[in-house]
């Protein structure tokens, strides 16, 4: 069993910058591919960035490619994610989620962000 808590949402303004961070606990830690997802309010969830365990494989939206950026400590069990120049459509809750494969097993509650215009 993996518990995920995300924390650095907020209420930022258009091209501020936001860094969410996501801490793993319980088993099995290391192996997992870890992702980011976010629900904009009134839309559906949406895949936002994937890394594998390693790192050497990573994936982003075209909405967020080149302002966004995914990385890994596992030595911290911490996934974040490096927002830059947010924009209005930013807007909506993340949450970080781990898995194998294309499958998500383990997510976390999730953090608001709200980007201003």
């Known amino acids: 069993q993996v518990q995920l808590v995300e924390s650095g949402g907020g209420l930022v303004q258009t091209g501020d910058s936001l860094r969410l961070s996501c801490v793993a606990s319980?088993?099995?830690?290391?192996?997992?591919?870890a992702a980011w997802f976010r629900q904009p309010p009134g839309k559906e969830r949406e895949s936002v960035a994937t890394?594998?365990?390693?790192?050497?494989?990573?994936w982003y939206a075209d909405s967020v490619k080149g302002r966004f950026t995914i990385s890994r400590d596992n030595s911290k069990r911490t996934v974040y994610l490096q927002m830059n120049d947010l924009k209005p459509e930013d807007t909506a809750v993340y949450y970080c989620?781990?898995?194998?494969?294309?499958?998500?097993?383990?997510w976390g509650q999730g953090t608001r962000v709200t980007v201003s215009s």
């Open positions: 890394i594998s365990w390693s790192g050497d494989s990573i």
């Open positions: 989620a781990y898995g194998l494969g294309n499958t998500y097993t383990y």
């Open positions: 319980g088993r099995h830690y290391a192996t997992y591919v």
